[in-house]
Every structure is written in structure tokens, then in C-alpha cells.
């Protein structure tokens, strides 16, 4: 399977608080968050789901992988969503393994495997 996602009993903000505090102590931060619903209504669409995608970066990792292979950066930064499904808030995220695949790079598939054994820990330290 090319995702990882778990439910949470957290609102949206709280889950989105606790991934904060969690990536953190793994040294990722979140560059930026995207509300997918705010800026499908801002432009005229009606969305009622709440989703929000944040993208995180660990920076002394990202220098490192793009100095190996620079095509590594098609994948960067990391994306994490946490969002409502029919009133459940789950999270998950686009396994780095899944998608580092296609380079065919022994190296970077173990560097991957790192990084998604990571976020998946703290994916589910907030739960």
C-alpha cells in the first residue's frame, strides 16, 4: 500500500498540535500547512470536508538525500493530512518508500525506510 492512515478520536487541531510537538523531537517542522476546504471555497467551490495537508521537513535530511540524488526533491517536503471522514479525523501520509521506489537507489530506499519508520511514529505518538 503506497499510504499509511490511522483514526483519532483528536479534532483536526488537535491532532494537527500533536503532530507538531511530535515531529519536533524528530527534528521535522511544518513549512506550511494547506486548508484544502478554505481555499476551495475562497475560490468558489464548495467543499465540506475539513483537510488540511502539511508539509514537514527535517532540513539537515533534505540537504542530504538532494546532495545524493536531486530527483529526490520531486517528493520533498513530506506530506502529512489530517482530515474528517464522515466525522472521524484520521491522518496519514504518501509512504517515502512507495514513492522513492521509482529511482531504483538501494541507498535512498534505506534513507527512505528511516524517514517513514519516523513520521509513522509520529503519526501514531498522536493519535
Known sequence: MFHYTV??????GEAIQSLE???KEEKFGILWQFDIKDTLLKKGFEFDQDY?????????????VLKENQLVGYFL???????????I???GLPKPTSMIQ????????EFA?????????CIDKSI
Open 7 to 12: 483514526e483519532t478520536k483528536k479534532s483536526i
Open 21 to 23: 510537538e511530535n515531529l
Open 52 to 64: 488540511k495537508v502539511l508539509e514537514v521537513c527535517n532540513p539537515k535530511e533534505a540537504q542530504q
Open 77 to 87: 517536503p513530506c506530506k502529512i493530512v489530517v482530515y474528517d471522514d464522515n466525522g
Open 89 to 91: 479525523t484520521k491522518i
Open 102 to 109: 521509482n529511482l531504483d537507489d538501494a541507498n535512498l530506499s
Open 113 to 121: 525506510s528511516d524517514i517513514e519508520r519516523r513520521l509513522i511514529s
